[in-house]
């Protein structure tokens, strides 16, 4: 399908629409979802990466992959191109009502930390206390945040964002060159990405995603000036489920060391 970008993303990406997808345990990608959840309880639970200040690229309307790492950053800076998608973020920090349950996605990460269920509604606070800060961003430009100025990351993580945001490899290394300017040397980045995947629908709209494999995305991290630390490929087991609003057959989740 054609690239979907900027405008596209600001005059038709429902974020609603999209967390009901994507993001609702019981909606058939339980087992994609848990693969994320675990993997970033390892990358940032106990004898994991540490540090201030962590920036997140291309948030949207999504917190899942923050709950471990809350607990390790206590200063979270979360980043998106969508204005509808920083609000609806916004909303869910001021605890508005009618934002998305995130209650089933936060127990989980509850269980995997070995901290009761009954503790989630203090868990989704603590990550609510630790994000600081909700920025535009684009990741095709040199400097993706503009003009505004944000301490250099201990560490960053970017979920299914570069490979919506960009048309083609040479700007997805591009784009990966542009983010990796916020992060410190010895710095880490964790990414978290889907393969061969083509579009994925949100409510009426589809939108492009870039297909990538698993060699294309560690040479675009390697030539982007890292080295990788950790790298785990996640089988889609049942891809007909979600024929209808996404065709990846792969998550990836890889962390890697700014050099
Ligand atoms: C598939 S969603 C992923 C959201 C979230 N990280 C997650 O894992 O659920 C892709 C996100 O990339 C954002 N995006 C698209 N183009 C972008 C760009 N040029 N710069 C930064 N973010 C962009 C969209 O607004 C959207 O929130």
Request: charged content about 25%.
């Amino acid at each position: 399908m054609d690239f979907t970008g900027g405008e596209i993303y600001q005059s038709s990406f429902d974020p609603k629409a999209y967390l009901a997808s994507f993001c609702s345990l019981g909606s058939g990608r339980d087992d994609i979802l848990t693969f994320r959840l675990k993997k970033c309880f390892q990358t940032f639970g106990p004898g994991g990466l540490k540090g201030e200040v962590l920036v997140d690229i291309g948030t949207g309307p999504s917190i899942y992959h923050l709950l471990s790492a809350c607990e390790s950053f206590p200063h979270i800076i979360a980043t998106d191109f969508t204005d509808r998608n920083r609000q609806e973020l916004e909303r869910w920090l001021r605890r508005e009502p009618g934002t998305f349950d995130w209650s089933e996605i936060v127990k989980t990460v509850c269980d995997l930390e070995g901290d009761s269920r009954d503790n989630w509604v203090e868990k989704e606070n603590k990550l609510r206390s630790r994000i600081k800060k909700v920025q535009k961003c684009d990741v095709t430009e040199s400097n993706p945040l503009g003009p505004s100025v944000i301490p250099l990351a201990d560490c960053m993580i970017t979920a299914l964002c570069l490979e919506t945001a960009c048309s083609d490899i040479d700007e997805y290394c591009r784009s990966l060159k542009n983010i990796t300017t916020l992060l410190k040397p010895g710095g880490h980045l964790v990414l978290i990405g889907v393969l061969g995947d083509s579009f994925y629908r949100v409510g009426e709209k589809s939108f492009f995603c870039l297909p990538l494999d698993e060699q294309t995305v560690r040479n675009a991290v390697i030539d982007a000036g890292y080295s990788i630390k950790d790298m785990e490929l996640f089988d889609i087991p049942d891809q007909t489920s979600s024929s209808h609003i996404t065709d990846s057959y792969a998550n990836i989740f890889l962390v890697a060391q700014k050099k």
